[in-house]
């Protein structure tokens, strides 16, 4: 029952017009930084972060939280409309959305977006709320190990993101093989980096999606002899059809999302990937997925808002952060003087109810304002490609050096752009390599761990229940459509 | 014909190749093992193999099951022509700083490569490139690189 | 003990800036006249970054400078980057500042590609950090000693830290050298990822700063077991030093400065120098150090070149990479 009494206070707390003004402002200035391409909720808290001094700490806590997953509904935005993934963690969501919004469906894949992230934002709140201790100490118990194996069953997904097996599998490993180049955390010396400074952290993430997925779509949409159908857009709101498609993806995203992000060392990506490759697993006809299938929107969209709320477990429950985002709002913590630790819900319990309350507050204010934009911002669709694409470019140009002030980074953007265009005239797929990239950095170094560890032996992999466990999920993956393929014969004869 | 279909996936390929190849000679010249776990290289030597070897696996089943006759793929030119606008508008940022690069390649591609009226080419240009300005380097604090003339 | 020497170093700080005045007419004293850029190579958000931010919060609020200042943050390679930015653009322009710290120093010993404080002046050193042994709340060792005995009784390598960066690694290495035993290693991203490894007891230490372990050490989940310093931290006056337990362990702190590009003029120089004994002085700045659990140390100008010199030594003799 005390939560009942902490959360109505919470509410008090929340509810005045200062934290509402702020709660607001936070979701907004998250809706913005989150559909700009680059810029992403760690540089919109670090900016906001002196302004803040001398403030009071539950409301500016209040507006870096509304910032953080704001900005996970804002990297929708631009995924769909566009093709530019406004965020890492929307990369999936452009592939199946983008498509949709081809078909005049933009308006149902925001507002299925808008919806299924208000779902999934509660939904994790209430977990956040309700499970955060317990949860935050079983999450301790991922250490290398069991980091290795859940990378492990990611990368069983190389093969099934894509049209092609080969061909996923090649520009997956295309991915795992560029994770390699800049400094090796392991020993802090550079490889594959030429002697040339701009590359010793590597190809930027943001980088690599920019130019794969907007700059490729760029250049093979207008390259098109025959120009693209203006676009139609036909419903602004979900169908009941399609919402009914969506509900359980909804579900498992939010489920998937909220645990994903309570680990530690991984984070709303990661959520958005393992969702979205869920989905195409369970679907009846994953052939629809890749061609604007309306459960590859919902399942990583509300995986990726749930991850949100997830990573904040670690940092009130333990006062450990939960991922880079949470990691500043612990120095902001700090700032006004509240020391992070395995005490904070005790020791400032005002504090972190107020925030819990205000995430339910700012996932409403969320939903209310994205429903109505859905259907107004489809409308930048009945706007000729011609006159759309150069400012896209424009625009990818900024967010990618915006992203480390790098002109270098610009480079690599007109570069795997060229490759991008190339890779989709011949049916490449893109998202393989973006996977390999996210997972090739963890996948390397919990390997390393690991081996360290255990001194040398691979028994560690096994012997520890959760890493065995998914490892053994890694195999079912990779096995089942092989095993599928040899006894279909026997089970549908004459097929 | 037949190279004229596939040649482009070829291309590809030999690509993933070369990166592939690459990758294994640097990788042999790094630290393989230390102590308990892999080294520097070791990775980046099985990544090196595997890419190679997905690589002509490609390649083979490109050549084997090639048919000739597949779809038009559309025209080569128009994208070099948007590729390049890029480039030169990338390459005049640091010296004629963002917005009047930007401006000029916007304007390229609107009048030249799409033909649209000037009048308006030169509003859109001009408009999407003070907005971009406004928002990441006014608003967010990027800093931009501006030209000669202040902005 | 400490306050003294902070004091002094202080005083020392302040003397050329007051002394500055009456020379002024003679030398011509440096005065900006245009936009400062305040370069910092570290990305938004991190440590290094909120000092920069706080830093240039006191110089615009106290208006220590007569022109706008404008932070930029060029993050990569270890600092490398934005040194690089400041060679490429801004060379011996004394109209640009740079925040530099540890890990600008230890880069390109590892990557000899890297140019660092090579390509700065070194203008004011303005914090030390300290490093602290620290293992799980119920662990079963009391001091450092107790865990070099246990290290000893058992294989090699059987205890395992977690580290969080190059820094964390030194520390250990100091650490192996000191105590004649050998340790496990694993480096995570960074101090938060390795502090939950510990919490995790998946490694049986961890060496880090102050600041991340607090909440912990407070709550008792974690344990301090030694300092790597020569006096100890009068904020965690419980905690030995090393050497007191009897191993021959080297004053180690995390060093934060400020420095201007190569070339910069000496009275431009000098100036810079005055507005930062100025930051560290203010109130906003001793809250700043409070909370963040470490040391106000102003060492200025020639002093911090020498500091500078001497931790290079310490570095690449702790790396095995002489120069």
């Known amino acids: ?495 | ?151 | 003990m400490m306050l003294t020497r902070r004091s002094l170093l202080l005083a020392a700080s302040a003397v050329p800036f007051v002394g500055a005045v009456p020379r002024a007419s003679a030398q011509a004293g440096w005065v900006p006249t245009r936009e400062v850029e305040f370069v910092v190579p570290f990305a938004t958000g991190g440590g290094a970054d909120l000092l920069a931010r706080v830093i240039h919060k006191i110089i615009v609020e106290e208006k220590l400078v007569p022109v706008p200042i404008a932070l930029n943050n060029r993050p990569g390679g270890g600092g490398a980057t934005g040194i690089g930015y400041v060679t490429a653009r801004k060379a011996a322009d004394p109209h640009t500042i740079v925040l530099v710290n540890g890990t600008t120093q230890i880069t390109p010993i590892l990557n000899p590609a890297a140019r660092t404080l090579s390509e700065v002046r070194p203008v004011m050193n303005v914090m030390l950090d300290d490093f602290l042994l620290f293992v799980k709340g119920d662990a079963p060792w009391k001091d450092a000693k107790d865990f070099v005995a246990a290290a000893k009784s058992r294989p090699p390598k059987s205890l395992a830290f977690a580290t969080g960066g190059t820094t964390d690694v030194m520390a250990v290495t100091i650490f192996a050298k000191a105590t004649g035993a050998e340790y496990n290693m694993l480096n995570f991203n960074s101090g938060g990822e390795a502090l939950t490894q510990l919490l995790g007891g998946h490694v049986q230490a961890c060496m880090g700063n102050p600041l991340e372990f607090m909440g912990h050490l407070q709550s008792k989940a974690v344990k301090a077991l030694g300092v790597f310093r020569d006096t100890r931290f009068s904020v965690l006056g419980d905690v030995p030093t090393m050497k007191e337990q009897g191993f021959n362990a080297p004053n180690f702190q995390m060093w934060r400065g400020m420095a201007t590009p190569k070339g910069t003029p000496d009275d431009a120089a000098r100036y810079w120098e005055g507005v930062f004994a100025k930051v560290v002085a203010s109130p906003v700045f001793r809250a700043y150090i409070a909370e963040n659990i470490a040391t106000a140390a102003p060492i200025p100008g020639a002093a911090f070149a020498k500091f500078l010199e001497d931790q290079e030594k310490l570095y690449r003799n702790l790396l095995d990479k002489p120069a």
């Not at chain 1, 949709?100 to 209430?126: E, K, N, P, W, Y």
């Not at chain 1, 940092?315 to 020391?339: E, Y």
């Not at chain 1, 996932?363 to 669709?381: D, H, K, R, S, W």
């Open chain 1, 1 to 495: 029952m005390s939560v009942i009494y902490d959360l109505a206070a919470g509410f008090a707390g929340a509810a005045t017009p200062w934290n509402l003004l702020m709660c607001f402002a936070g979701v907004f200035a998250g809706q913005l930084v989150g559909a700009l391409p680059g810029i992403g909720p760690s540089s919109a808290i670090a900016l906001l972060l002196p302004l803040t001094f001398g403030a009071d700490p539950t409301s500016a806590i209040i507006l870096f939280a509304g910032i953080y997953y704001g900005a996970q509904y804002g990297g929708t935005l631009t995924s769909v409309l566009i093709s530019v993934p406004g965020e890492p963690s929307s990369v999936m969501t452009s592939i199946d959305g983008y498509q949709m919004a081809l078909q005049g469906r933009a308006g149902a894949a925001l507002g299925i977006a808008a919806i299924g992230s208000f779902i999934a934002g509660t939904i994790s709140t209430v977990g956040l709320m309700l499970l955060a201790p317990p949860l935050a100490r079983a999450a301790l118990a991922f250490g290398p190990p069991e980091y290795f194996a859940l990378v492990v069953l990611g990368l069983t997904a190389l093969a099934a993101v894509g049209g092609s097996v080969l061909k996923g599998l090649t520009t997956g490993m295309f991915g795992l093989l560029i994770s390699t180049v800049g400094i090796d955390q392991q020993t802090g010396v550079a490889r594959f980096a030429f002697d040339r400074i701009w590359l010793l952290d590597g190809v930027g993430f943001v980088v690599l999606t920019v130019a794969l997925f907007g700059v490729g779509e760029v250049l093979s949409s207008a390259g098109m002899s025959t120009p693209r159908p203006i676009t139609t857009v036909k419903n602004l709101l979900p169908s009941r059809a399609e919402w009914k498609q969506s509900r359980m993806p909804i579900l498992r995203g939010s489920f998937i999302g909220f645990v994903v992000g309570v680990l530690p060392a991984t984070g709303a990506t990661i959520a958005s990937f393992i969702a979205y490759i869920v989905e195409k697993k369970v679907a009846k006809d994953p052939s629809r997925f890749g061609k604007g299938a309306i459960e590859g929107v919902a399942g990583p969209e509300s995986s990726n808002n749930a991850a949100a709320a997830g990573a904040m477990v670690p940092m009130l429950a333990l006062g450990v952060p939960g991922s880079g985002t949470t990691a500043i709002i612990l120095g902001a913590l700090i700032m006004f003087g509240i020391r992070p630790g395995p005490e904070l819900f005790d020791k400032n319990a005002a504090l972190v109810w107020t925030v819990i309350a205000s995430m339910y507050i700012g996932n409403v204010i969320l939903l209310v304002m994205n429903l109505p934009l859905a259907g107004l911002f489809a409308q930048l669709l009945r706007v000729p490609y011609s006159w759309l694409y150069p400012p896209i470019l424009a625009l990818c140009v900024a967010g990618v050096y915006s992203q480390a002030n790098s002109i270098e980074d610009v480079w690599m953007l007109v570069v795997f752009g060229a490759l991008g265009w190339a890779m989709m005239r011949y049916d490449w797929p893109a998202a393989p390599m973006i996977l390999g990239l996210v997972l090739g950095t963890i996948f390397e170094n919990s390997l390393r761990q690991s081996m360290t560890l255990s001194h040398g032996s691979v028994e560690i992999f096994f012997t520890r229940p959760i890493s065995a466990v998914l490892l053994a999920c890694a195999a079912v993956a990779v096995l089942s459509p092989v095993l599928v393929r040899i006894f279909r014969p026997r089970l549908v004869p004459g097929a």
């Open chain 2, 1 to 151: 014909m037949l190279l004229r279909a596939i040649g482009g996936e070829l291309a590809l390929c030999a690509v993933f190749i070369a990166t592939g190849a690459f990758w294994i000679v640097t990788a042999a010249g790094l630290p393989m093992w230390d102590g308990f776990a892999p080294a520097t290289g070791f990775l980046p030597l099985v990544y090196g193999l595997l890419l190679a070897a997905l690589g002509v696996a490609a390649t083979v089943v490109d050549v084997v099951s090639a048919d000739g006759d597949a779809g038009p793929k559309g025209p080569i030119g128009r994208p070099l022509m948007i590729v390049l606008a890029l480039a030169a508008g990338v390459a005049g940022i640091e010296t004629a700083g963002f917005f009047v690069s930007m401006f000029l390649s916007m304007l390229f591609l609107f009048r030249v490569a799409e033909r649209r009226p000037l009048a308006a080419s030169l509003a859109a240009s001009a408009g999407s490139s003070l907005f971009l300005t406004l928002v990441f380097r006014t608003w967010l604090g990027v800093p931009l690189p501006s030209g000669p003339w202040g902005f």
